[in-house]
């Protein structure tokens, strides 16, 4: 009895995370020649990257090595009296993947010696995880833009939203999704790396220093959170021979083609992201500090981007990545890894424009850029259970701050007439670092009621923060050089164009301090009989949001834009009227609480291990970032002031040198004395000078202006993957996986008064009209005679929100996958996949407010809008039909020759048209947006890209090697269009036909980038 509660304490107290995993496993069973398995074996493992370990095999003949460093050499040998000993050499480690082998022992002495070497399996009998593994050979060998979004993009089924042709778009993270969505989740080397608010990865990547990466795309098992695409990766680490590698990659706008063609320039393209220069480089190195024992790793990388947007405007981007790794084994049962990797970027003129002409230089929260620390222990107990504790810590943040103005102590001043921003700019600050605290275990038992169990149970605790500011230098700044009338100085009530006046806007600015803490529990059983594997599971987790306490400041009077530019009286008055805050901690009763159940089941048909069909059911919740705690903030945390400012020639803003004008006046009145006394008109000013706090006590907050009703929480993916894998040939392995989902359970904000508790619904909406069948020059085709509706008279205007499940809403996706994957050997591999999808949203009775364009949208494709940044536009991206075919050929004189290939569906173009009815009862509802076609129904071109690498080898003793290599992007030159703005016609006036046509009207913004080449040389030694 206690020895069964012992081990129930200790499966309780830990946790295994597969979904952040940094090993893989061997599992193997040892039979005698007729198949009886073998108990009492002495099997053991040896490798360049572990120290020898030995295991005893069960009464089953089983042997298990666990949470082994991906490699290629591992070799296990198997003893036992009587007979020939048996090795078999050259296993294959892989990333999150069990590796099974059989041994066959015959009937000899031990003396006697029998090797094998034989292919690792490319399918597993006992995962239903749908996942690509991505091995150094591909990330090293494949003509890519070295980053892992591009790496993404060739796992199949993922969507990203933009091509990055031989680095033009690195620098940036690429949007992408998969299977209809859900929140991504990202590791390196086991340690969880998501942003806290964005949820994307904390930071950027050293590419030479991966190992291998893998990318779960559905199927997860308990240890997996969300339905989104979980990207894995581990980094190399120490073995025992000393290594040595290098690498110096150069592209240059030398090596660049020209693809922009008079044609495309009239149709609306101002340019592509032309490539300056960009420069690639880095070393790595390792060995042990002791042999079998102690092990140490050290990379260093830099990728030094200069490159033009597509509006000309340079946008140059500098990765710095550090990365260092300890691994001990002082007993061959304990394994202990420590791993550090800081990650920095500097980007110089982010969103530079013409009003803003140097844009920003982004820089890191720390000086060497965003760390991430790991430090985890493992421990096998026994053959049986295996034990792990793990801490992480990721310290994410960035700074944008204005390239004119690093010190942010000027007064930004906005030229009107020239529509410039001038001396500074608003900044932005974000700190969001996130603590993981796991414990995890595994047991093993072959015959607990007579049948194999794999138990998996645990718990984790994450504590996350999410702290921003953006706001101006000091909370002030000034508008100048009006060309226009502001107010009025000649009494008649007209306003005039005034020389020299200024306008002074004075704001708190905006600020946050939101903290998600997550506690998760879960329970699997992996069962097997037989051929069959039954995986049962369940996952528990409970995601908490809080607003910690932080200050609020408007007039920062040591500020040089105050201290510089104002007096003490006027610093001092405005202060009066608009003081700084205190934000207490604010601690809602409110939580998504997510229980997930999950069901595999895999069968061997021919009980060879080769040809498997799986079956995954499961239920995911969603990320929780930390912007959900903003529901719960308090009014009055903005609040604004502002004032005309006439100088008296000082350039100096004194107390009595700024007015207010009334909303029903244009003339100008004091707003202060000489002594800084408060003596404006507070009321008639009331939002034209001032607004968003309460002017006699501005320090009072309000409650929110969000009403959570019960039924808010986490969104909801349920998902059913039918999936048969078969080995065709050694190291050859051909998946088909069938893949259904639904999405529900999402939430929608309605607006609310909290005074009466009414809520927006479709009764408060009427038809106020049809459709005419043209509008201007445009025929509205299929939506001609189509109803719009619009906001009954009766509705009032209301601001505060009430936030809520929505009713009836989904969405679902269909699809198949059809994926070959040949790993290299015997001088050549492949990887192919093709893609059939279907993804739809339905709105069902309650799912929606006004049903003007319920014909377009419900039981109608559904895609996300994505990539919009840089002058580039978002595009609705989704394609029914994928095909991915990347490989590699080894040709004699140690000649390689590699490339990829990507095709798919082009993405969706809206087609609409803006309806303004003056005639409407209600002022806050006069405005429709319509759809003249179904949502889907047209799209870009189909798109299509090959890119080629050729790749000389020279050998340098065994193990040394130096790879010459020449990539080609784009190699067709295409200009495939990329980018339009939706085919939006206009705003058509109802009361008079007036047609205001929209300038950018299906304008094209970006075509594929030109073809590039890259030179690049790396050794290995």
């Known amino acids: 009895m206690r020895k069964w509660f012992s081990l129930t304490l200790i499966l309780f107290l830990v946790l295994p995370v597969a979904a952040q995993q940094r090993t893989g496993n061997i599992y193997g069973k040892v039979v005698d020649t007729d198949g009886n398995p073998l108990p009492g074996v002495t099997v053991t493992l040896t490798g360049s990257l572990t120290a020898p370990i030995s295991v005893i095999t069960s009464a089953e003949g089983v042997f298990r090595f666990l949470s082994l460093a991906p490699g290629r050499d591992y070799k296990v040998t198997a003893e036992l009296e009587g007979f020939k000993t048996v090795t078999r050499e050259n296993i294959i480690v892989s990333l999150g993947r069990n590796t099974e082998i059989t041994l066959a022992m015959e009937m000899g002495t031990l003396e006697e010696e029998v090797t094998v070497i034989a292919a690792t399996p490319v399918v597993e009998t006992k995962r239903t995880t749908v996942a690509e593994n991505i091995t150094r050979d591909v990330l090293q060998s494949l003509p890519t833009s070295r980053d892992p979004w591009v790496i993404l993009q060739q796992a199949p089924g993922v969507m990203v939203d933009r091509e990055n042709v031989g680095g033009s778009e690195s620098g940036q993270m690429a949007g992408f999704y998969s299977k209809g969505g859900g929140s991504e989740m990202w590791s390196i080397d086991g340690a969880s790396i998501e942003d806290p608010s964005s949820v994307s990865s904390i930071t950027y990547f050293d590419f030479d220093a991966f190992e291998e990466m893998n990318v779960t795309l559905g199927g997860g098992d308990v240890t997996v959170a969300t339905g989104g695409v979980n990207v894995n990766m581990v980094t190399r680490r120490g073995g025992n021979n000393v290594s040595l590698g290098g690498r110096f990659y150069l592209t240059d706008q030398k090596f660049q083609a020209d693809n922009l063609t008079d044609e495309l320039r009239a149709e609306g393209v ?37 490159s033009n947007n597509i509006y000309g405007n340079p946008d140059d981007t500098l990765l710095a990545n550090y990365a260092a790794k300890i691994n001990l084994q002082l007993v061959p049962q304990n394994r202990f890894e420590a791993f550090v990797h800081i990650g920095n970027k500097e980007k110089f003129g982010r969103s530079a424009s013409y009003s803003f002409p140097r844009g920003w230089h982004q820089t890191g929260k720390y000086h060497f850029g965003t760390p991430i620390i790991k430090v985890e222990d493992e421990h096998m107990f026994g053959d049986n259970l295996f034990v792990s504790a793990k801490y992480s810590y990721s310290g994410g943040g960035f700074n944008m701050i204005p390239t004119d103005d690093e010190e942010m102590q000027q007064l930004m001043r906005y030229d009107v007439t020239a529509g410039i921003y001038r001396n500074s700019y608003w900044f932005y600050r974000a700190d969001r670092p996130t603590h993981n605290f796991r414990l995890m275990a595994n047991y093993f038992n072959d015959k607990l009621f ?10 984790e605790y994450r504590y996350s923060t999410g702290a921003h500011e953006w706001r101006t230098p000091g909370n002030v700044y000034t508008e100048y050089n009006y060309n226009y009338p502001t107010v009025d100085i000649t009494g008649d009530n007209i306003p005039d164009l005034v020389d ?36 049962l599971g369940f996952r528990y987790s409970h995601q908490h949001p809080r607003i910690d306490s932080f200050t609020m400041t408007a007039v920062e009077k040591d500020n040089g834009a105050w201290a510089n530019n104002f007096t003490t009286t006027a610093i001092n ?24 159940p999950r069901l595999g089941l895999t069968y061997d048909l021919f009980g060879d291990g080769k040809t498997i069909v799986k079956l995954s059911l499961g239920q995911y919740g969603e990320f929780m970032g930390t912007d959900e705690a903003g529901y719960f903030e308090p009014l009055g945390l903005s609040g604004w002031s502002s004032f005309y400012w006439l100088d008296n020639g000082d350039g100096i803003v004194d107390a009595t040198e700024l007015f207010w004008r009334t909303a029903s006046a244009y003339s100008l009145h004091p707003v202060f004395d000489a002594n800084g006394n408060f003596i404006g ?30 039924s808010a929480g986490s969104p909801r993916i349920s998902e059913a993957i039918l999936s048969l894998e078969r080995e065709l040939l050694p190291d050859l392995g051909l998946g088909v996986h069938f893949t259904y989902r639904r999405f529900d359970h999402f939430n929608w904000n309605l607006a609310y008064d909290p005074a009466t508790g009414d809520k927006a619904s479709q009764d408060e909406y009427f038809q106020a009209g049809v459709i005419p069948e043209k509008v201007g020059p445009y025929s509205t085709g299929e939506a001609a005679g189509k109803p719009y509706y619009l906001l009954k008279g009766d509705i009032p205007y209301r601001w505060y929100q009430y936030r809520e499940q929505r009713p009836d809403y989904y969405r679902d996706f269909k699809g198949v996958d059809f994926v070959l994957n040949k790993r290299l050997s015997n001088n050549w591999m492949l990887n192919l996949s093709f893609t059939l999808q279907d993804q739809r949203e339905h709105y069902g009775d309650k799912g929606y407010l006004n049903p003007t364009n319920l014909w377009a949208l419900d039981n109608i494709t559904w895609a996300p809008q994505m990539g919009g940044s840089s002058g580039k536009i978002g595009m609705y991206v989704f394609s029914r039909w994928l095909f991915k075919l990347s490989g590699l050929y080894q040709l004699p004189l140690d000649f390689n020759l590699s490339f990829t290939f990507n095709a798919r569906e082009g993405h969706i173009i809206p087609h609409t048209v803006d309806i303004v009815d003056y005639n409407a009862p209600n002022p806050y509802s006069q405005t429709i947006n319509v759809y003249l076609d179904k949502f889907g129904t047209e799209r870009l071109p189909t798109f299509y890209n090959l890119n080629l690498r050729i790749e000389k080898i020279v050998r340098y003793s065994d193990s040394g090697r130096i790879y010459f290599m020449a990539d080609i992007f784009n190699v067709f030159n295409s200009a495939i269009m990329n980018r339009r703005y939706d085919r939006h016609h206009g705003t058509y006036y109802v009361h008079n036909g007036y047609f205001a046509q929209n300038a950018t009207d299906f304008m094209a913004n970006e075509i594929l980038n030109p073809r590039v080449v890259r030179f690049g040389v790396r050794f290995q030694f």
């Open 270 to 306: 101002q340019g592509t992201n032309i490539i300056r220069n960009i420069k690639d480089y880095g070393f790595n190195t390792g060995g042990p500090f002791f042999k079998d024992k102690a092990w140490w790793w050290l990379s260093y990388g830099v990728q030094d981007i200069k």
């Open 681 to 710: 008109d507070v009321d008639g000013a009331y939002g034209i000078m001032w607004e968003g706090y309460d002017f006699d006590n501005p320090q009072q907050t309000g409650a929110p202006r969000y009403t959570l009703d019960s």
């Open 573 to 596: 008055a405005i202060d009066s009227l608009l003081p700084g805050l205190n934000i207490p901690t604010v601690d809602p009763d409110y939580a998504w609480k997510v229980f997930s």
């Open 450 to 459: 007579g049948v194999s169990h794999e138990v998996k149970i645990g718990v």
């Open 500 to 535: 020299n006046i200024e306008w002074i806007y004075v704001e708190r600015g905006w600020r946050d301090n939101n903290t998600v803490t997550e506690y998760v529990g879960f329970f699997s059983d992996t069962i097997t009989v037989g051929r069959l594997n039954a995986i």
